[in-house]
Nanobody, 125 residues
Framework: QVQLVESGGGLVQAGDSLRLSCAAS????????MGWFRQAPGKEREFVAA????????YYADSVKGRFIISRDNAKNTVYLQMNSLKPEDTAVYYC??????????????????WGQGTQVTVSS
């Protein structure tokens, strides 16, 4: 059974940093891209960042570009999201996800097949 488990969320103030982790078990994703998404109350789930299996290709939503950094450690089957200069509008449940495809780096939620349970990030002003 495939499991993606996020950790590292919490309550922080605007301008602070957080590092999210997503550990995969049940299978390895070292040849699959991985992605981070978020969903705020009353809003649709939105793309945040994605990384190819090698780490050579990385994509960010415009809203987080220059503030968030996605990375991965394939030996640990783990993907990270370093979030800096957090803003109140970053408040959401953050999900990591993995697709079964290995051919491209998807950025749409429907292209991902495995999802974690989410971790809450709350940024106060």
């Amino acid at each position: 059974q495939v499991q993606l488990v996020e950790s590292g969320g919490g309550l922080v103030q605007a301008g602070d940093s957080l590092r999210l982790s997503c550990a995969a078990s049940g299978r390895t994703f070292d040849r699959n891209p991985m992605g981070w998404f978020r969903q705020a109350p009353g809003k649709e789930r939105e793309f945040v960042a994605a990384i190819s299996w090698s780490g050579d290709s990385i994509y960010y939503a415009d809203s987080v570009k220059g503030r968030f950094i996605i990375s991965r450690d394939n030996a640990k089957n783990t993907v990270y999201l370093q979030m800096n200069s957090l803003k109140p509008e970053d408040t959401a449940v953050y999900y990591c996800a993995a697709p079964t495809t290995r051919l491209a780096v998807p950025v749409r939620p429907k292209e991902y097949d495995y999802w974690g349970q989410g971790t809450q990030v709350t940024v106060s002003s």
